[in-house]
């Protein structure tokens, strides 16, 4: 993908998809007329309809835009995904610690539940934890949650688990967890009330397994947010956005080996 993309006012000299995104974060939702017309009249450039038709597939392939009819747009998705970046470009600017995570990463800290969701799902969407693609998704929790109050990343959640049609045990069985175990149940199979004593909670995932040890103040916080005074209560959303975003610290420790994690999944399913 182009940098001008990126560094949208960088440069003069943009490529005809850079222009394109600029006319689209602009006005939303133009064609491709519209858009070779817009290019000519803000940029002085002029551009062949054929050569901006092959930018904008170029670009769909690249699930940068979407097109309804003869229309094209900017995928949320993108933006946020493009959001990311910039973030950490901004941490990198001023000099704060960033995590490269690939295949070889076995320990990880993570500030909170939401960097831990967002980690979940950049595991799970792009097989991290699979490297084999042997599939099989396990989940062994203290509490269910979901990690996005943002729609489009609660929607590619959605999918990634109808993909993978996860199994979940959950010590808790909280009101908050039965009403959680409403939308996790159109996935797969859950249990709550789990007898088990294990010091974390656990991600199995093909021949990975991801062990996650949460503060115990985190662990008190949710305890709290998730029984019946918690959910009635009238400060519920500070409560929740307290318990998601406060910076408790979360490490996971990831052990990529078959027999430990046929081992760790055959524990899960025999309390089903």
């Known amino acids: 993908m182009d940098f001008d993309l990126l560094f949208l006012a960088a440069s003069k000299d943009q490529s005809t998809k850079g222009l394109i995104i600029r006319c689209l974060a602009a006005h939303n939702e133009l064609t491709n007329v519209q858009l070779q017309s817009m290019i000519r009249k803000e940029f002085g450039k002029r551009i062949s309809y054929q050569a901006i038709r092959q930018a904008l597939m170029e670009l769909l392939d690249e699930h940068v835009l979407a097109k309804n009819a003869k229309i094209y747009s900017i995928k949320p998705q993108w933006v946020l995904d493009l959001k990311d970046i910039v973030d950490t470009l901004d941490k990198s600017l001023k ?21 831990l969701g967002h980690f979940i799902l950049f595991g799970l969407d792009y097989k991290y934890f699979d490297l084999k693609k ?50 996790y149940s159109t996935f797969g199979p859950v249990k709550l009330g789990a007898r088990f004593q294990s010091v974390c909670e656990y991600i199995v995932h093909g021949d990975s397994v991801v062990e996650i040890f949460m503060d115990p103040g985190l662990k008190k916080k949710m305890d709290q947010v998730y029984g019946l005074k918690g959910i009635v209560s009238l400060d519920l959303f500070n409560q929740l956005s307290d318990m998601t975003y406060k910076e408790y610290g979360i490490q996971l420790v990831i052990t990529r080996n078959a027999k430990i994690a046929d081992q760790v999944r055959n524990q899960i399913e025999k309390q089903f």
């Open 95 to 115: 000099r704060q610690n960033i995590q490269i995570v690939d295949k070889t990463t076995t320990q990880i800290q993570l500030k909170n539940l939401y960097e």
């Open 134 to 183: 042997k599939g099989g998704l396990l989940l062994q929790l203290n509490h269910l949650w979901i990690p996005f109050s943002d729609m489009h990343r609660r929607e590619r959640l959605t999918s990634i688990f109808k993909e993978n049609n996860p199994k979940v045990v959950v010590k808790s069985k909280s009101p908050a967890d039965k009403i959680l175990k409403k939308w």
